[in-house]
Nanobody, 121 residues
Framework: QVQLVESGGGLVQPGGSLNISCAAS????????MGWYRQGLGKQRELVAR???????NYADSVKGRFTISRDNAKKMVYLQMNSLKPGDTAVYYC???????????????WGQGTQVAVSS
């Protein structure tokens, strides 16, 4: 089994910064991709950023230039550095990973429980 655990969420003022992290553990052979999704109240879950093995990254247009995703493959972790935060960034941020199981060898998707990010004065 695989577990994703997020940390680092909290309350920040508009214009502030926050760094959230996600750690993967369990029966992992390798991680193909790790990323972040978010869901605000009354809204659908949306992709924020994704990092694929090999170095390619994707960002939502709304966060380009403000957020940076990075991976530490040795630690099986992914980070999201969020700068110039806006009230519209308020949401529960979910870690997501596409992982090859060390038991079955198959690729599957996994989700963390989420961490709350609130941007408010």
């Amino acid at each position: 089994q695989v577990q994703l655990v997020e940390s680092g969420g909290g309350l920040v003022q508009p214009g502030g910064s926050l760094n959230i992290s996600c750690a993967a553990s369990g029966s992992i052979f390798s991680i193909y991709a790790m990323g972040w999704y978010r869901q605000g109240l009354g809204k659908q879950r949306e992709l924020v950023a994704r990092a694929i093995t090999g170095g390619s990254t994707n960002y939502a247009d709304s966060v380009k230039g403000r957020f940076t995703i990075s991976r530490d493959n040795a630690k099986k972790m992914v980070y999201l550095q969020m700068n110039s935060l806006k009230p519209g960034d308020t949401a529960v941020y979910y870690c997501h990973a596409d992982i090859f199981s060390s038991i079955t060898g198959r690729l599957a998707s996994y989700w963390g429980q989420g961490t709350q990010v609130a941007v408010s004065s």
